[in-house]
């Protein structure tokens, strides 16, 4: 039996789109409503992302059992409040958002308690829209999950006993589409976040822009892979991490200095030589390739 027969997906883009995908190869007996836009439905029913579409939040939320807010963080902010209004009864409600701790508290003034489960695929792209979207996007890929509970000492109890009925719901599906669930509380994820997720953001986009200045300009054309790997990121959408860096913004100045300490001191080094840096870079790097889509709970 599925953990859920009725899924209202709200934002069918890269990340709603492909759990679309995902969920029509992998649940089976699981039914796809898409809401968004017009032009997004069509092409997402031209990918067969979905098995119902609309445009009308409340219509989309009809019999379902299950709603995933698959948009950008401040979009899902500004919807919460609807969707606690139009839930139906019974009905879990996850989000997608690349931070938590004010998705949290947003859910939690809506009134939505235990029935919201905060959620994290650490899958994506550089690229945006539903012409990106693919159904295995999730393989192998750690999701966070934030417990709902609100007062530390139940946290610590709910951890003890596995997490509320909505987490353990919503984990069952993210193992079904081939993710890996990792529990987190928000304000851990929104601290990790910072380190794993927004600072390699930042440092493609502050490279890029320093292999582009004036100096360096008239040699692009001399560039090899090293620059074009770690340029990618550059190319993500600047309104969607506007949000993000917005509703994080201490973790990701926290995560800034830490890196800005490494350039000194490796900068500090060059007359000397830099190896010890490399070295333990090179440890770092293995301990992320055999870790990193791990998925390991750490709840």
Known sequence: MPPFRRVAIVGVGLIGGSIGL?????????????????????????RRAMDEATTSLARGLQGADLVILALPVDAILEILPRVAVLLPQGAVVTDVGSTKEAIDRAARRAGLGARFVGGHPMAGSERSGIAH???????????????????????????????????????????????????????????????????????????TNAAGDREARPFLHLSGPGLLRMSRLAESPPGLWDAILRTNRRAATRALDAFTREIRRLRASLGSGPAVHFRRAARVRARLLSEGRGGATLW
């Open 22 to 46: 995902a969920v029509r190869r992998h649940v089976r007996g699981a039914r796809v409503v898409g809401v968004d836009r017009k032009a997004v439905l069509r092409a997402a029913r031209a």
């Open 133 to 207: 979207a693919d159904g295995r996007l999730f393989a192998g890929a750690p999701w966070v999950l934030c417990r709902p509970e609100g007062a530390a000492a139940s946290r610590r109890v709910a951890a003890r006993q596995g997490g509320s009925d909505s987490t353990r719901r919503v984990a069952a599906l993210v193992r079904r589409l081939g993710a890996r669930p990792a529990f987190l509380d928000p304000r851990a994820h929104d601290n990790a976040m910072a380190r794993l997720s927004h600072l390699p953001q930042l440092v493609s986009v502050a490279l």
